[in-house]
């Protein structure tokens, strides 16, 4: 797996990272053109499940190849690497929106798998102003109580051992104990931590973690787009 992909500040446009879009590739369309994108400048990251409920699914890999987008790997793209793997849960994952995946022909599910395996499991952003944005799935994966973002890394790429790299990315596609607990501790050594999994009803700060999963696969729920230098929030709701 993929551990840490790193972006330098970007010197010309305005980056941006949106929340779990489920296959609802036309509102991700309409959110961009909402917040005026523009494809040759500006960057948009996501924090995982791009894939699974939602209609156009298959797009993710439209969506992968584009210069300007990029994206951590979420529960939703590790269950689709488990089950063409032949190691999943296939009734799990057909009960949590992946049925579309079965219906494919068994080439292009391989091309997908090999798409997602590529995604990592963290992305840190630099931004003009010296700050650093990090980006994961569900949850920054502090091992111990102790744990600062550098750990959190450390522990991802097999550093502390096979045993705390498994918990590591557990917690990094899966945890929710954060938001749960309504901690509001920073995670240390990062400045902002952008993370989807958990859906709230509208983005939600813990600290300085920001949850972004507005829940855009449900019928009251909307997609977040957030721009990272000035924190503003563009919204779709999935009723427009």
């Not at 973002?149 to 502390?160: D, F, H, V």
Request: proline fraction near 4%; hydrophobic fraction near 40%; glycine fraction near 8%.
């Amino acid at each position: 797996m993929n551990t840490i992909k790193t972006f330098p500040s970007n010197e010309k446009g305005r980056d941006f990272v949106v929340g779990d879009v489920h296959g609802h590739f036309e509102l991700l369309r309409a959110l961009l053109n909402r917040s005026k994108f523009d494809l040759e400048q500006d960057r948009v990251f996501s924090v995982g499940d791009l894939i699974d409920r939602g209609p156009d699914s298959v797009e993710v890999v439209n969506w992968l190849s584009q210069p300007w987008f990029h994206a951590v790997r979420g529960n939703h793209e590790q269950m689709l690497i488990d089950c063409v793997s032949g190691h999943g849960d296939i009734p799990r994952h057909t009960r949590n929106g992946g049925a579309w995946l079965y219906e494919l022909a068994p080439t292009l599910q391989d091309e997908l798998s090999t798409v997602l395996q590529a995604l990592p499991t963290i992305i840190e952003v630099d931004l003009l102003d010296g700050r650093t944005v990090g980006i994961v799935h569900a949850e920054a994966p502090l091992t111990l109580i102790d744990d600062d973002w550098q750990k959190a890394k450390e522990a991802l790429s097999g550093q502390l051992g096979e045993i705390c790299r498994l918990r590591a990315v557990s917690m990094a596609l899966y945890a929710r104990e954060k938001i749960e607990r309504q901690n509001h501790d920073p995670v240390r050594g990062i400045d902002q931590l952008y993370v989807g999994h958990s859906t709230v009803p509208s983005v939600t700060r813990l600290g300085n973690v920001v949850y972004i999963d507005t829940g855009c696969s449900f019928g009251d729920g909307a997609l977040s787009l957030v721009e990272l230098t000035d924190g503003t929030v563009t919204c779709i709701n999935m009723s427009q």
